[in-house]
């Protein structure tokens, strides 16, 4: 028997064998029938300009070029997940969609803090999946329009499309790969993170959830501290907060600890700026048919700017506090967080250790380095696995999307400018060429199908030393990638020095982009 990829085959889609199969091919006669299938996700975001063309154009007989705008113009911006079993955009059905709404009902995000700062609220509502649905979100970015794409919206549309996808293929078992940007790498709610932390306790300092001691922490430092006897054993809860009954920062005298436990006024206001959220609801609360244009969701800079003009106190008058008072309930800071783990010596002066070798050394424990991120979090949550592409290579990044922009972006700068002068008429354009009828089924595993090619060059380039070229082409995938050590650094640069940029993939792949965009 001979099993061919779907890859290895051009045009298959129009083989009759396959005109009436699920996803465009059937699942490999090796595969585990234990374990569930999977169905990959790419993700990317781009953004396209008003006024921007391809790097080529006609000229007259004496070399005369049309003149180019001085600028790009207004942009869209769109974060898209495509699979190429599926297509773009895919639809839910009446049922599906019904099911996914009673699923949501009454629920709240995950990922609760960015819901109310994107949405207001961080109960979930029902999903239309129209153009703008789940699993495509398109913003005008600018201060003064739709504001810029986050990381919060980010993990709103993540959980908008795991609800969805669970209900259209609850079989498989679903993996999404990400952008290695360090946006995507924002830490959740409460997570650990030594740079958000300060060397004291209080301050602003990022607020984190408790965590257990890790093992074998003794070659961080070498032989651990006792302290006193206040060093925490593995595998014991730690607080980040000092909590009551706590003996408090280890370095202040016991008189000190009892006076600064509690915070202490000194009768005197100080002035503190309004946070975004109060803001917003001190605009709305003088004004209220402002209510659409003061949302939350808007940008700080934004509301400021609307609050001055409606004459709306921007900041309000606090009591003022002695400095140092408050350490109850308060952040530990990274000085506390290691005296108790053992990794500094207590006995030592606070100015023995700098600030960035404290956070060094907790950065170094097992709880911190394997601290998820806030998309790995929300996914986990919803038993999706979240994976990261390699920095810098985006020819094997997103399962092919970064191609799906090329078509899309060679779609809109092939459209004269004069039908795309109005920002209505670009928006119509833009909104055409992320659409599935640009980006047909045959299109994006036209894309899939390059990735493809590139991540098994890669994996030739890994596997040189141990596999033959012949051999290679008689192995499956799998089997390359467990037989293989990773590609040394250097290897990497050379595969890398041989190609233009890979910044983007239209200048090195323009001609199969081209190629794809005319056979689909």
Request: a positive charge; proline letters at 4%; aromatic letters at 8%.
């Amino acid at each position: 028997m001979v099993e061919y990829h779907v890859d290895d085959i051009e045009d298959v889609q129009s083989l009759p064998e396959l005109s009436n199969v699920p996803y465009g091919g059937f699942p490999s006669v090796r595969r585990d029938t234990s374990k569930r299938l999977q169905m990959h996700w790419g993700h990317d975001e781009a953004c396209a300009h008003q006024k921007a063309f391809n790097s080529k154009c006609w000229r007259g007989h004496s070399g005369q070029q049309p003149l180019r705008p001085k600028d790009l113009g207004a942009a869209d911006h769109i974060s898209g997940f495509v699979n190429d079993l599926t297509g773009w955009n895919p639809r839910p059905t009446a049922d599906e969609l019904a099911e996914i709404n009673r699923n949501r009902l009454g629920t709240k995000y995950v990922a609760e803090e960015s819901a109310e700062k994107v949405l207001g609220k961080a109960g979930k509502k029902n999903l239309t999946m129209d153009d703008n649905g789940a699993f495509i979100k398109i913003i005008r970015p600018g201060a003064n329009r739709d504001g810029y794409w986050t990381l919060d919206q980010f993990a709103i549309q993540l959980e908008d499309l795991c609800d969805v996808i669970l209900v259209m293929y609850p079989e498989r078992l679903h993996i999404i790969s990400l952008d290695n940007s360090a946006n995507h790498r924002g830490k959740r709610p409460g997570g650990l993170d030594p740079k958000r932390m300060n060397k004291h306790y209080g301050g602003a300092q990022l607020k984190m959830d408790k965590t257990v001691v890790p093992q074998n922490m003794e070659g961080i430092v070498g032989d651990l501290y006792d302290n006193g006897g206040r060093r925490l054993a593995p595998g014991a809860t730690q607080h980040t907060t000092f909590q009551e009954g706590d003996e408090g920062p280890y370095w202040l005298s016991p008189e000190d600890r009892e006076i600064l436990k509690h915070r202490v006024a000194t009768g005197k206001k100080v002035s503190k700026a309004l946070t975004k959220a109060e803001l917003s609801e001190a605009i709305i609360c003088h004004y209220p048919k402002t209510k659409d244009q003061a949302s939350a969701s808007k940008p700080l800079s934004f509301l400021r700017g609307l609050a001055e003009r409606l004459k709306v106190p921007t900041f309000r008058q606090v009591d003022e506090y002695v400095k140092g008072s408050g350490w109850m309930g308060a952040q530990k800071g990274g000085l506390q967080m290691a005296m108790e783990r053992g990794l500094i010596d207590a006995t030592r002066p606070i100015k023995y250790y700098s600030k960035k070798e404290v956070l060094d050394i907790l950065a170094a424990c097992d709880d911190f380095k394997n601290e998820l991120c806030l998309l790995e979090w929300v996914g986990a949550k919803y038993n999706v696995k979240i994976v990261f592409s390699a920095k810098g290579y985006c020819d094997v990044a997103g399962f092919g999307i970064e191609y799906i922009w090329a078509v899309a972006k060679n779609f809109i700068h092939r459209k004269p400018l004069k039908e795309r002068e109005k920002w209505d008429d670009f928006d119509t354009i833009f909104r055409e060429a992320v659409s599935t009828k640009v980006l047909t089924m045959k299109a994006v595993r036209g894309c899939g199908r390059k990735c493809r090619n590139f991540q098994r060059a890669y994996l030739l380039a890994a596997a040189a030393d141990k596999v033959s070229l012949s051999e290679s082409n008689r192995i499956s995938i799998n089997d390359l990638i467990h037989s293989v050590d990773p590609v040394p650094y250097q290897k990497l640069l050379q595969i890398q020095k041989g190609v233009k940029t890979h910044r983007n993939v239209a200048d090195f792949c323009g001609k199969d982009i081209l190629c794809i965009i005319k056979n689909s």
